[in-house]
């Protein structure tokens, strides 16, 4: 297996499509109150810190300079009761508070939120929104300044879905539902991972949040519940959705308005707007996708999509500009 990257140099980085991505990002009503707390811990270990350096520093140079000094066993004593008993109680408990605090009042239920149903699955992401019946895969889109509810779970082994700019770490477990709510503060596209070893696929299972106005947000949606431009237009397009169904792809994978109604793999009814190929691996290109069409372990080790060398080339690329038009 070789690494798909080597083969023609580096392809469109993944980074012009996301920006770093950081714990301490804040751009998610969750993540921005974590990150509170966060910079609370910090402040606080760094004064203790230096302040136990600080004594440190003072025994260092007074031992040198001034010889031993008379006991004093009053000072020691109250000194003890202070330093080692009183201060690490009162640091200790605002940081109990103020986590447990902030704990309580994370993830609030909304009646107003936007109910997304995530599934984990070997190694992707099934993404729906049942109250549109738009259904799309590694790609959330999520409104601005609206609170969504992530209904998370798994259908194999437990996987996690982790978007640090936004919201902590939840687990996607078989047979349990999971939630996730937050709001997003900020537009932007968010990259996040899979943040539970789940296998050979683990380190390539990533995922785009798409944070979006609310009208683009609503026009995305209504895009994906119409179904419509799904007909392939051109020529090449429309010769491509017939090795498409020769091929039996749509065994494993759905296309919104076609006989195509697979479950196993992702669905593709959008997939020519989506940023990435194979769980944000690669960027979604025609030479990735191509490449990943010919030989899918050669992009994303383990990968249980078959390969298809035995298409002839020129098929191969109908059969690209055909998910390429899939919007
Ligand atoms: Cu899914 Cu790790």
């Keep these: ?85 009183l201060m690490p109680v009162v640091v200790l408990g605002v940081l109990a508070v103020v986590t447990v605090t902030t704990t309580r009042d994370l993830r609030p239920e909304d009646p107003n939120a936007v109910r997304i149903e995530v599934v984990g699955k070997r190694w992707w992401w099934d993404v729906r929104y049942p109250e549109d019946g738009v259904a799309s895969a590694n790609e959330v889109h999520v409104p601005v300044g609206r609170p969504v509810d992530l209904v998370l779970t798994s259908t194999d082994v437990i996987h996690s879905f982790w978007v640090p700019e936004l919201a902590g770490k939840v687990d996607m477990v078989p047979g349990q539902v999971n939630h996730l709510r937050f709001t997003a503060t900020r537009a932007g596209v968010y990259r996040g991972t899979c943040a539970e070893f789940c296998d050979l696929g683990h380190a390539n299972m990533a995922f785009m949040v798409v944070a979006e106005p609310a009208e683009d947000f609503a026009r995305w949606l209504a895009r994906g519940a119409s179904g419509s431009g799904t007909m392939p237009q051109a020529e090449l397009a429309a010769s491509g959705e017939v090795v498409f169904l020769r091929e039996s792809c749509g065994g494993c994978h759905t296309v919104k308005g076609t006989t195509a109604r697979g479950r196993r793999g992702p669905d593709l009814s959008d997939f020519g707007s989506r940023r990435t190929i194979a769980a944000a691996t690669v960027p979604n290109t025609s030479e990735n996708l191509m490449e990943w069409l010919r030989d899918p372990t050669s992009v994303k080790p383990g990968a249980l999509m078959p390969p298809s060398r035995q298409i002839p080339d020129e098929e191969l690329r109908a059969l690209v500009a055909y998910l390429e038009g899939l919007r």
């Design 1 to 85: 297996m070789r690494p798909h990257v080597s083969d023609h140099g580096p392809p469109v980085g993944l980074a012009a499509i996301v920006a770093a991505t950081s714990v301490l990002g804040g751009d998610g009503s969750e993540s921005s109150r974590v990150a509170g707390v966060w910079w609370l811990m910090f402040g606080l270990s760094a004064a203790v810190y230096a302040v136990v350096a600080g004594f440190i520093l003072v025994a260092v140079v007074r031992g040198r300079h001034s010889g031993p000094q008379p006991p004093n066993a009053r000072q020691d004593e109250r000194f003890i009761w202070i330093g080692g008993l």
